[in-house]
């Protein structure tokens, strides 16, 4: 199957700094991705809708200015936690959808990169 | 909202079948049938999808009913590395997967 590839798997910071999350498609091209954030015991959330060369669409209650997402290619997503709290500390997830089948689009995920903010 | 509904938790002993019912009463004629699974610490991995036929791969088999309002994701033979949380979720083409709370299995020896 597809392969997407996310980086970091882990990262520590500290409060007030930024962390830059990228997302890849190895080896098919995303015009959509995907990001998600999951706390413990808790299912996925989906955070936003990233569409390469626009700018991201982001669900009620998450701030655009805070998480930052850039698509600009069709096989990089990233995504900036700017100013860091220990509250944004969770396991963020991409996924990028791979249309070319006929019998319906396949998602696949990135490992996740679980973000510690200390 | 997840337009799904699935157990919270299901056991299975190794080697023998594991059956997961997914109730989804209010699908739409275009929303296909999906399903993921998650392991500890991991994304989300792709099972099988399917819209209103039955699918086999070789990771699982899926049972759609005919009025499509509910399905089965069939495991034929579970092993210990299938232990996870299941996601069974209706999705349209075009938008993005939406994740109720799943249903944790459990496989024993």
């Known amino acids: 199957g597809a392969v997407v590839s996310q980086h970091p798997s882990w990262v520590i910071c500290k409060s007030g700094t930024s962390v830059k999350i990228e997302c890849r498609s190895l080896?098919?091209?995303?015009?959509?991705m995907f990001w998600y954030r999951q706390f413990p015991k808790q299912s996925l959330m989906l955070m936003a809708t990233?569409?390469?060369?626009?700018?991201?669409?982001?669900e009620q209650g998450v701030e655009k200015d805070k998480f930052l997402i850039n698509h600009a290619s069709l096989t990089l997503s990233t995504l900036t936690v700017t100013s860091a709290h220990p509250e944004d500390s969770s396991f963020y997830i991409c996924?990028?959808?791979?249309?070319?089948?006929?019998?319906?689009?396949?998602?696949?995920f990135g490992s996740g990169t679980q973000l510690s903010v200390l | 909202d997840a337009k799904t509904t699935q157990p919270t938790s299901m056991d299975c002993a190794e080697g023998r079948a594991a059956n997961l019912p997914c109730n989804h009463s209010?699908?739409?004629?275009?929303?296909?049938v999906y399903w993921y699974r998650q392991i500890h610490s991991q994304g989300p991995q792709y099972i099988i999808h399917?819209?209103?036929n039955n699918e086999t791969n070789e990771m699982a088999s899926l049972i759609i009913t005919e009025d499509r309002k509910s399905s089965t994701l069939i495991l034929p033979h579970a092993t210990l590395r299938d232990t996870a949380v299941y996601y069974c979720?209706?999705?349209?083409?075009?938008?993005?997967?939406?994740f109720g709370k799943g249903t944790t299995l459990s496989v024993s020896s």
């Open positions: 996924s990028a959808r791979d249309g070319q089948g006929r019998r319906g689009e396949k998602l696949f």
């Open positions: 080896d098919f091209q995303a015009t959509t």
């Open positions: 990233s569409n390469e060369g626009s700018k991201a669409t982001y």
């Open positions: 209010t699908i739409s004629g275009n929303e296909y």
């Open positions: 399917g819209l209103k």
């Open positions: 979720i209706v999705h349209q083409a075009g938008t993005a997967l939406i």
